[in-house]
């Protein structure tokens, strides 16, 4: 009978270290699947905060522009090529630029967060041709 035991006891350790071994293989197979989604994760993160900085980036420019088209354009012309004009929010536009073509060089400052997301003011130049009737 002792035997008949024995046996019955390396039976049941058999089986019970084949389960312990598959749960080892889950638990090592999650925590890979789990390190993989963290990059993944992390790597979406910083796209999305690239997109997010070239969209503000973005809508400052379109602001600029709205402004020189709402008031700048006058002074655009008054004073040969160079404008100033006040946006919404308390910034400033300020753009020079050639009247037959080439480069219009735009930079701009925000001092109230009310109209414009706080981003950092840069300067983008966009090139730029006359367009003939």
Do not use: F
């Not at 994760?41 to 522009?65: A, F």
């Not at 006058?74 to 919404?88: R, T």
């Amino acid at each position: 009978q002792r035997d008949n035991l024995e046996s019955s006891l390396a039976e049941t350790e058999c089986r019970y270290n084949n389960h312990l071994a598959e749960l080892q293989s889950q638990i090592t197979c999650v925590e890979q699947q789990l390190a993989d989604l963290r990059a993944e994760m992390e790597c979406q993160n910083q796209e999305y905060k690239i997109l997010l900085d070239v969209k503000c980036r973005l809508e400052q420019e379109i602001h600029t522009y709205r402004c020189l088209l709402e008031g700048g354009q006058q002074d655009l012309i008054q004073q040969g090529g160079i404008g100033q004009s006040s946006g919404l929010g308390g910034g400033v536009a300020r753009t020079s630029g050639i009247g037959g073509g080439g480069i219009i060089r735009t930079s701009h400052t925000y001092t109230s967060s009310s109209q414009m997301p706080s981003c950092a003011a840069a300067e983008i130049q966009v090139p730029c041709r006359r367009i003939c009737d």
